[in-house]
C-alpha cells in the first residue's frame, strides 16, 4: 500500500541505469585517448627518431633556443654543438628541440 515505485522496481531495472551511466565514462575515455594521448605519443616518436639521426654538421636549436652545428656526436647521449667560432659546448640529446639543415651522408666507396 505504501510501497513506492522506487522499491518495486526489479534487479534488471537497477542494472540498466547502472549501464546507462558507465556508456558516458567510456565514451570521454575513449575521446581523450583519440584527442590527446594518441598524438602525444606519435610526437614523442617523431623526436625520437630525429634525435637518433643527429650526426655531424646538422644544424639544431636547443630548447633553451641556442642555435649551432653539431661538431660531435659520442655514444652516451651527449653531443658537442659549435654556437660560434671556436665556442663548443656539451648538450644532452633530448635537448635538441628541432634541425634546421640536415647534412648530406657521406658517399660509400
Do not use: W
Not at 27 to 33: C, S
Not at 93 to 109: D, G, H, N, Y
Request: glycine share 8%; charged share 20%; no cysteine.
Amino acid at each position: 500500500m505504501f510501497i513506492t515505485p522506487a522499491y518495486a522496481q526489479d534487479a534488471a531495472g537497477a542494472a540498466g541505469i547502472m549501464t546507462s551511466g558507465l556508456v558516458p565514462m567510456i565514451l570521454i575515455v575513449a575521446i581523450m585517448y583519440f584527442l590527446m594521448i594518441r598524438p602525444q605519443q606519435k610526437r614523442l616518436k617523431e623526436h625520437k627518431a630525429m634525435v637518433e639521426a643527429l650526426r655531424r654538421g646538422d644544424q639544431v636549436v636547443t630548447q633553451g633556443g641556442i642555435l649551432g652545428k653539431v661538431s660531435k656526436v659520442q655514444d652516451d647521449g651527449i653531443l658537442e654543438v659549435e654556437i660560434a667560432d671556436g665556442v663548443k659546448v656539451k648538450v644532452m640529446r633530448a635537448t635538441i628541440s628541432q634541425v634546421l639543415s640536415k647534412t648530406e651522408p657521406a658517399a660509400s666507396a
